[in-house]
């Protein structure tokens, strides 16, 4: 992406850092839940090792240019209660797609619109995107309104797009361009 050294991000309320193995814990506590995974495309956890895998899977996404993946913490304490990021980058195209999710004890705070507001900011002004887009499944209603506040449009279904455990997903393409990206929402 640009450069080797992982961004921070700072919020009101938040610290977006790079997610490291010692946080294996805290990305199991969330990524075994099965609520936080009903629409994540996985899978609950079983094993901390997972965690670890997923971990690994993010710096792997980092190094390689083709993504980011930012833990979130709350400012004054180091446990990570989510991650919010990019993957399927493209600086050739200007694009990426979106992704997200958050420890249920933190739900309808709105700690997560504001870790994706930075986190689209980052990729707009850092990155020089052009287009970021999510894709999103139609019973996923917390999502879809998620990224409608923050100025995403539902572009249309994808059917049959993902497969999840063995079954083939419908999904909503939303997207965000930057000519259309305001800052302050």
Known sequence: ????????????????REVKEEDAGSVFHY????EVMKYYGMVPMVEVREA???????????????????GITLKGTD??????GFLEYSSRHARTE???ELSKDYWRSGLMTEA????IQYGFTHLDLMRMQALIEPENIASQKLFEKL???QEGL?????????????????????DEYVVER
């Open 1 to 16: 992406m640009t450069g080797k050294v992982f961004p921070r991000l700072e919020t009101e309320r938040l610290v977006l």
């Open 158 to 178: 994808l059917r049959k797009y993902e497969r999840t455990n063995g079954l083939f997903d419908d999904v909503y393409m939303y997207a965000l361009l930057k």
């Open 52 to 70: 670890i895998e997923e971990i690994d899977w993010y710096r792997r996404i980092f190094d390689e240019g083709t993504g980011i993946r930012w």
């Open 79 to 84: 446990e990570v209660i989510g991650s919010c």
């Open 31 to 34: 990524l075994s839940d099965p």
């Open 151 to 153: 100025g995403f449009l």
């Open 116 to 119: 994706l507001a930075a986190v």
């Open 98 to 100: 979106v992704g997200l």
